[in-house]
């Protein structure tokens, strides 16, 4: 297991927590330091809506991310079934004949994916989604990678709320409102590079997020001006291969 940088990144999440705070962008940082940390081959993260529906916020690829939806569409997966029994969930291999989702399984397959590990993010008694851990290989999910992985599950929840003490959910909707707002407004952003640049979106969204990163600005930030037209998206391209 891939662990010795594992005190860089809870040092790196750490830093971010106390600067400008980002949800969107900590969610995306979170699931790639999942990648690394935990030696995992995708992370992605959902989170519940004030309406009570799981939305993907964060991912470590697209393939992930496009998986998760899946499962959100279909409403049926581990990831589903983690957030809504609040337990840690793991399938060791989707290529196993005896499969309870078996649409998400072969989408999982498709997508490349061999296993999958999930992890609820609570607060307290209250579960508000799921950070899901995803390998190429077949893979069962040791107790010291899960202790770790319900580590990461625990700053994601907290970096939500800003590391601030909760005296009721208000505060907590409100942080899940602006991160799933942030998320649709990245998404349309997304599509316009990728129809402006003629570039696939997981490199469109690698765009957005390195302007946003060498200029010190939230990815939200960016993601309007896409939208809004009032960036050229040619500035974006600077300085990348």
Known sequence: MLVENLAETFVELAD???ADFDPVEFMHLLADRCVTALGVDAAGILLVDDQ???QVVGASSERARVLELFELQHRQGPCMECYLSSEPLTVAGFSEPRQRWPAFSAAA????????HAVPMRLREQTVGALNLFTVADSAFGD???RVARAMADVA????LQSQVISGRELLAEQLRHALRSRVLIEQAKGVLAE????DMGEAFDLLRH???SNRLHLSLVAQDVVDGTIDTTVLTAGRS
């Open 144 to 146: 010291a990678r899960a």
């Open 52 to 54: 009570g529906e799981l």
């Open 211 to 213: 302007h946003a990163r």
């Open 157 to 160: 929840t907290i970096g939500l």
């Open 196 to 199: 402006r640049l003629q570039v």
């Open 16 to 18: 971010t927590l106390v």
């Open 109 to 116: 397959v498709t997508a490349g994916f061999g296993a999958v």
